[in-house]
């Protein structure tokens, strides 16, 4: 193997890790304030996708149909974290996860309705379109964009949570939720704002797949898959564990799938047997 | 209990059954396919129920055992030529060793990871199926197909699924009411209370788990044998989707509920979808609607109904409302009778 070729899959395995680290991020942030498994993550990545491309051609404005699209995406499951969710905090948890798994089927239906059942192949706006050269290979626009995308994300992220005041509710909310209500913070607001922030990720998460794979109404369930193995092998309740694991993931998918092809579809299991084999709390979990 | 206490408790019950054992007399083949689907459903959601409602644990990979049990009864059956009442001991060692097997990599977790873990375990049973690695014995995407008929016409097959149907709601209930069904269940409500008593929390649920891919993998054999064919989507998501809206639908935590579940949903399934094909997103708002309203499923409507005038509290009232009709009535009485005197 030449280090050119090294070079161009490593590329590949990064932007795929960061695609992984985008859908998986909300679930994870979620998980970690509100210890609600989300299921519909892979749903609202779904629609995120649907949603983006299809408001991208009417807008015919790709800037504008992206924030749009992922704005929508959050403020619905802000609102069903304040409709159904509070209904339940409290009780048991078996229940919060069969809402979140019946909401699939809605929002799956909903989408096969507006959308129809068939794959839809996605136009590429022109400026992603072709390749640039580096290190004397080729590399698609695409890869980059989503690389770039990765890196504004996890910046504006780390900034919100570490630099601003509600950063800091948000992180001592999930160290101890009773202390933060004790000081006299109101952290429902705080649980709806995350939600939010939850489903603004899993739309752009889906926006930047959709240009990768296109449109299907099976992409929500395997995307789930996806996102919940790398959760596991991050650790439930670690954002940074989901991360690294995100881009763990994208570099075993894309080595075992350029050495063993036919082993690329159970990459992401052998990862986590292993993982879970060695530390069963996942990388970063406390448990 | 005399017989007529019997009667009186479950009337209910009894001419449920003398509809389903005369049915086949007068009804089509297709009925009666749809009848055993039921039979054989309502033992897979039966077997998901005493691990969801009964442990307190979801498992999102229940269709592993299911398509385990079709697996190895028709493999047995069409490659090595045994008949289908030797493979079941078969079923039963290998669905519980899964269980075991799956029980020791997950239920040492918080219940969530359990879940997920469950979740992937299933999916990677269902591409090892459909890998071309395996496809000389299981048929890929195909399936097997040509099982040989285990019994002579459709009303036995449909008579024999209702007995296993029958077998497996009684044993079942011997479970769940017997000293460890109880303590699965005083570990669902409170684990820590539970472990600090001095119960083993994990041999417990590991034992729920074994019992249950049992269940669940006697279920498969048998829809193996009424279908005389299996699919690899026996072991997909599709399944254990379809199990667990039957236990919700149908209230978890009572035996009879994922049976009427089971009905249904494959009812709606097999009349509805031809009509409307977005059915599931009703099921979907149903489902929802159950979670957060009625937590103990549709028959728990029954059961409400059912004992409105039974529950302690009410009694409670009734008592004080009749001290106190007494009581006020007496007060009147008198009061009559001191102006008469």
Redesign the interface.
């Known amino acids: 193997m030449t280090s050119q070729l090294f070079v161009n899959i490593l590329l590949s395995a990064l932007s795929l890790g960061v695609i992984y680290f985008l859908l998986s991020s909300g679930f994870a942030l979620v998980f970690s304030l509100l210890r609600v ?1 989300n299921f519909s993550h892979g749903s609202l990545i779904m629609w995120g996708a649907y949603l983006g491309v299809y408001l991208v051609e009417a807008f015919s404005n790709f800037t504008l149909g992206l924030v749009v699209s992922v704005v929508i995406v959050g403020f619905f499951l802000a609102l069903v974290e304040y409709f ?1 969710f509070r ?2 905090y409290g009780g ?4 919060e ?3 979140t ?6 929002l ?3 989408v ?2 507006v959308w129809g059942a068939a794959l839809i192949p996605v136009n590429k706006p022109d400026f992603l379109k072709g390749t640039v050269m580096i290190y004397g290979e080729p590399f698609a626009v695409l890869r980059l964009y989503i690389l770039s995308l990765g890196v504004v994300v996890c910046a504006g992220l780390y900034l919100l949570l570490k630099k601003t005041k509600l950063g800091l509710i948000i992180t001592a909310g999930i160290e101890n939720k009773e202390m933060v209500r004790a000081l006299g913070i109101n952290i429902n607001k705080v649980f709806t704002f995350v939600c939010w922030l939850g489903g603004f990720l899993a739309g752009l998460g889906g926006f930047a797949l959709a240009y990768f794979t296109g449109l299907s109404p099976e992409m929500g ?1 395997s995307q789930l ?1 996806n996102v ?2 790398i ?2 092998v991050g650790g ?1 309740g670690s954002f940074m564990g989901a991360a690294i694991a995100a881009v763990i993931m994208g570099l075993a998918e894309a080595f075992i799938g350029f050495y063993l092809p ?1 082993m690329a ?2 990459s992401s ?1 052998i990862v ?1 047997f292993i993982v ?1 084999g060695i530390k ?2 996942g990388l970063l979990g406390e ?1 | 209990m005399s017989m007529k206490i019997y009667f009186q408790r479950y009337w209910a019950g009894i001419v449920i059954l003398i509809i389903l054992a005369l049915l086949p007399l007068f009804s089509s083949e297709y009925t009666k396919i749809v009848a055993m689907q039921i039979f054989i459903f309502g033992v897979f959601a039966i077997s998901y129920d005493i691990l ?1 409602g009964y442990t ?1 644990i ?1 498992s999102f990979g229940h269709a592993i055992f299911f398509g385990t049990g079709a697996y190895v009864s028709a493999l047995m059956m069409i490659k090595a030529g045994y008949s289908f009442w030797a493979t079941l001991p078969f079923v039963i060692v290998i669905c519980a060793l899964i269980g075991l097997l799956i029980g020791f ?1 997950t239920l ?6 359990f ?3 469950t ?2 375990l299933g ?2 049973c269902y ?1 090892l199926l459909t ?3 395996t496809y000389q014995y299981t048929g890929g995407d195909d399936g097997l197909h040509g099982i040989p008929a285990i019994l002579q016409t459709k009303t036995q097959m449909y008579y024999l699924a209702l007995a296993f149907l029958l077998a497996m709601f009684f044993i079942a209930k011997k479970i769940v009411s017997s000293p460890p069904g109880k303590t699965l269940v005083a570990i669902r409500e409170n684990e820590f209370r539970a472990k600090m008593i001095g119960y083993n929390v994990l041999n417990y649920r590991l034992i729920a788990l074994v019992i249950s891919g049992v269940m669940a993998g006697l279920a498969g054999s048998m829809n193996a044998a009424v279908l005389k064919s299996v699919f690899p989507s026996f072991m997909g ?1 599709g399944t254990t989707i379809d199990v ?1 809206l039957m236990t ?1 639908l149908g209230g978890m935590g009572s035996i009879l509920g994922p049976v009427i579940g089971a009905a249904l949903v494959i009812i709606c399934q097999q009349y509805l979808s031809s009509y409307f ?2 059915w ?2 009703i ?3 149903i ?2 609607l159950v ?2 309203f009625l ?1 103990q499923g549709l028959i728990g409507i029954f059961y409400r109904l059912k004992d409105k005038n039974n529950t302690s509290e009410q009694k409670l009232k009734n008592e004080n409302y009749n001290r106190f009709k007494n009581h006020f009535l007496g007060k009147c009485f008198q009061l009559f009778r001191r102006q008469d005197s």
């Not at chain 1, 048991?92 to 229940?95: D, G, Q, R, Y």
């Not at chain 1, 798994?101 to 809605?106: D, K, M, Q």
């Open positions: 498994s159904l209904r339940l048991n948890p078996l229940f996860l069969l809402l798994f019946g909401l699939i089927f809605i799956d239906e909903a096969k309705l369930a898959l919940l193995v959760v596991v439930l036919e579809i159970l299991f986590m879970l069963p709390s448990v | 969801l307190g979801a990599l040492r977790f918080a219940t969530i990871y879940t997920i873990v979740l992937a999916q990677f591409f890998n071309a690695l998501a667990i919700i094909e977005w599931l997103m099921f979907g708002i489902f929802v979670v957060l937590p």
